[in-house]
Nanobody, 126 residues
């Protein structure tokens, strides 16, 4: 059984930082790229960041470029999202996701991802 468990969300103020973690089990983590998505209230789920399986490529939504950094530790089956300079527009539930196919390139399409975590709430107060 594949499980993705996120942690690290919370309530912060404008300009603060948070680091989200996602631990994966049940699948050979080092063979799959990973993605982070978010869904704000009343909005569609959107791609935030992705990292490929061999850690040489990352991709970011324009809204988070220069502020967020995705990384992974294959020894710990963990993908991280470091979020800096947070603003109210970053308020959302954040999900980590694992794609259906191993290897491959980073995709922003949510239907390419087969497994999702339960989500962790990030709230940026103004």
């Amino acid at each position: 059984q594949v499980q993705l468990v996120e942690s690290g969300g919370g309530l912060v103020q404008i300009g603060d930082s948070l680091r989200l973690s996602c631990v994966v089990s049940g699948r050979p983590f080092n063979l799959f790229g990973m993605g982070w998505f978010r869904r704000a209230p009343g909005e569609e789920r959107e791609f935030v960041a992705g990292i490929n399986w061999n850690i040489d490529t990352t991709r970011y939504a324009d809204s988070v470029k220069g502020r967020f950094t995705i990384s992974r530790d294959n020894a710990k089956n963990t993908v991280l999202l470091q979020m800096n300079a947070l603003n109210p527009g970053d308020t959302a539930v954040y999900y980590c996701a694992m794609p259906k196919a191993a290897f491959g390139t980073i995709t922003t399409a949510h239907d390419a991802y087969a497994f999702w975590g339960q989500g962790t709430q990030v709230t940026v107060s103004s």
